[in-house]
């Protein structure tokens, strides 16, 4: 049998890793968006923080407009993944509901690059930017409020505009979270939680367990 080519070997090599190399270039990508923000960032510091080549980044992304896309994409599932998880440990629409608003702060306050990146570089960039983190927020809403309404069908709650209710705590948490990534108040994160929690449960006539009847350390 004749031997593969020496260009047909390279081609296979390049092949399999293509997803590792996209990887790493999203990655350096958080990384530099985060630190120099959108518009002061080039597609060479991308290039230079992934250590690959300008051919690598344009082979998987068009532009930086397209990376920056692509990296809220990303971030967004991973969220959404996380926050899914949480979830699907408890029993009970406002165990689940509540489980949604713990695991939302607890990601970002340990990720705080994610957060300044979905909430603050990719705020008034565009239409295209602006559609895309709306549909990010519509589906967090979403989340909430198919628990909420479940809340409201098992009478854990009184009924309520749900679609409204969902929307208004996602903006109350997304002002905390901006809050605290450009004053670093509270420190850490996770201290806004019991009071948020409390406010936001009794805006649902929910009732408000404290973190010891729940079961949190």
């Given at each position: 049998?004749?031997?593969?080519?020496?260009?047909?070997?390279?081609?296979?090599?390049?092949?399999?890793?293509?997803?590792?190399?996209?990887?790493?270039?999203?990655?350096?990508?958080?990384?530099?968006?985060?630190?120099?923000?959108?518009?002061?960032?080039?597609?060479?510091?991308?290039?230079?923080?992934?250590?690959?080549?300008?051919?690598?980044?344009?082979?998987?992304?068009?532009?930086?407009?397209?990376?920056?896309?692509?990296?809220?994409?990303?971030?967004?599932?991973?969220?959404?993944?996380?926050?899914?998880?949480?979830?699907?440990?408890?029993?009970?629409?406002?165990?689940?509901?509540?489980?949604?608003?713990?695991?939302?702060?607890?990601?970002?306050?340990?990720?705080?690059?994610?957060?300044?990146?979905?909430?603050?570089?990719?705020?008034?960039?565009?239409?295209?930017f602006n559609e895309r983190l709306f549909?990010?927020?519509?589906?967090?809403?979403?989340?909430?409020?198919?628990?909420?309404?479940?809340?409201?069908?098992?009478?854990?709650?009184?009924?309520?505009?749900?679609?409204?209710?969902?929307?208004a705590w996602l903006g109350a948490v997304?002002?905390?979270?901006?809050?605290?990534?450009?004053?670093?108040?509270?420190?850490?994160?996770?201290?806004?939680?019991?009071?948020?929690?409390?406010?936001?449960?009794?805006?649902?006539?929910?009732?408000?367990?404290?973190?010891?009847?729940?079961?949190?350390?």
């Amino acid at each position: 049998m004749p031997r593969s080519s020496k260009a047909e070997n390279v081609g296979k090599v390049d092949g399999r890793a293509r997803p590792q190399t996209r990887e790493r270039i999203l990655e350096a990508a958080a990384e530099v968006f985060a630190e120099k923000g959108y518009y002061a960032t080039a597609v060479d510091d991308i290039v230079k923080a992934s250590n690959t080549s300008k051919g690598s980044f344009y082979n998987f992304f068009p532009s930086k407009q397209a990376i920056f896309l692509a990296l809220v994409d990303r971030l967004d599932k991973r969220v959404v993944e996380r926050i899914e998880a949480a979830i699907a440990k408890e029993r009970g629409a406002l165990r689940k509901v509540d489980a949604a608003l713990r695991a939302f702060l607890d990601d970002f306050a340990r990720h705080r690059r994610l957060a300044r990146i979905l909430l603050i570089e990719a705020a008034g960039l565009g239409h295209a930017f602006n559609e895309r983190l709306f549909a990010l927020h519509t589906r967090f809403a979403r989340l909430v409020q198919k628990h909420l309404q479940s809340a409201v069908d098992e009478g854990s709650i009184p009924p309520i505009d749900t679609e409204l209710a969902a929307f208004a705590w996602l903006g109350a948490v997304n002002e905390v979270v901006l809050r605290w990534l450009y004053t670093g108040k509270p420190e850490p994160l996770e201290k806004a939680l019991p009071e948020l929690r409390t406010l936001l449960l009794r805006s649902i006539g929910a009732p408000v367990e404290t973190e010891k009847e729940r079961g949190q350390p």
